[in-house]
């Protein structure tokens, strides 16, 4: 059985029309914004290092790379989630601890697990057990 919930009635993505009094030619969203100004300080603050010093043409540069960026950014997903979220469960991901039974960490007291055990099985159904 399925219960229904409507929370993502609440999850509207804040959209800008105008800054001031000037209209904006495409609406541009929040994320966007954040992923255009990411880009840009990463581009000032690293436009020495190899593969953004080879370009010389500011327009280039400093105005269709961070445009590029957010827009592609904010169409993509992984896995059907956003970059950031993806980036954060990926590191979530690697961070946490591996030896988990039922999402719950398991604590070893004074074992140590280095050796890799793998445990096969034959036709009969008599298990072998290796470890090295």
Request: proline fraction near 4%.
């Amino acid at each position: 059985m399925r219960i229904k919930t409507y929370t993502n009635i609440w999850r509207i993505e804040g959209i800008l029309y105008s800054i001031y009094d000037i209209k904006l030619p495409v609406p541009v969203t929040y994320a966007q914004i954040g992923y255009l100004v990411f880009s840009f300080l990463f581009i000032i603050i690293f436009s020495d290092i190899f593969p953004l010093s080879i370009i010389n043409n500011k327009l280039l540069k400093h105005f269709v790379i961070p445009i590029g960026f957010a827009w592609l950014m904010s169409k993509k997903t992984f896995d059907g989630k956003k970059p950031y979220s993806f980036i954060v469960c990926y590191v979530k991901y690697f961070f946490r601890n591996k030896l988990t039974t039922k999402s719950r960490d398991i604590k070893l007291k004074n074992i140590v697990v280095d050796s890799e055990i793998a445990i096969l099985k034959d036709r009969s159904g008599v298990k072998y057990e290796i470890s090295s």
